[in-house]
């Protein structure tokens, strides 16, 4: 099972991961998380990572494909995996063709997810404010067209994302089961 986790940061994407990974056995990945491990690293590409990460800004359709592609091609997910983060954008999508069977959207309003991200503990260095709006920004303006787009294929389902976390996992299940074509 292909599956892809689609939301605003804040959505709970990386919880609702977690849960199915568990249940489905199958690996959850996150695209943020590979590219933060990667700026740490003190060379020149890590440096520039780091900034643009801070920024709130997407790193080039180029660079992400070729990283999170041959990130996939290792033999833990031959079989399926739980993308969060990954494909963002109409070009990685397209690149991407055949690499998803279900998109799940987790819908929550840019409001809520300001006061999630607002009361978490242990904030991470690409959580100011700024950055936070920046990402919601191009949420909207280069990742709505990629939902848009699996919707068409007939791939997405939306779950309101506001619900509680129980409330939501069993709210995705239900929609996989039901739909069973993965
Ligand atoms: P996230 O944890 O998904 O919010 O990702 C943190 C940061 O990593 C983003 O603000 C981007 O700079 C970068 N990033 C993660 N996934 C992608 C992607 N699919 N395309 C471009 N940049 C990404």
Do not use: C
């Not at 959850?28 to 020149?44: N, P």
């Not at 592609?69 to 983060?85: C, F, M, N, R």
């Not at 920004?137 to 699996?150: E, G, K, N, R």
């Amino acid at each position: 099972m292909k599956l892809v986790l689609i939301g605003i940061q804040g959505a709970g994407k990386s919880t609702q991961g977690g849960f199915l990974a568990e249940k489905y056995k199958i690996p959850y990945l996150s695209s943020g998380h590979i590219f933060r491990e990667m700026a740490k690293e003190k060379t020149q590409m890590g440096r520039w990572l780091k900034e643009t990460i801070n920024s709130g800004a997407l790193v080039p359709d180029d660079k992400t494909l070729e990283i999170i592609l041959t990130y996939l091609e290792k033999p833990e997910y031959a079989k399926g995996y739980i993308l969060d983060g990954f494909p963002r954008t109409v070009v990685q999508a397209d690149a991407f063709n055949g690499g998803v069977d279900k998109v799940i959207f987790l819908e929550v309003s840019d409001k809520e997810a300001l006061w999630r991200i607002a009361g978490r503990e242990g904030e991470r260095q690409d959580e100011t404010l700024q950055a936070i709006k920046k990402r919601i920004a191009l949420f909207h303006s280069l990742t709505q067209p990629v939902i848009d787009f699996y919707a068409q294929e007939g791939k997405l389902i939306t779950v309101n994302g506001e619900l509680n976390i129980t409330e939501v996992f069993k709210e995705i299940v239900g929609a996989l089961e039901k739909s069973k074509n993965y």
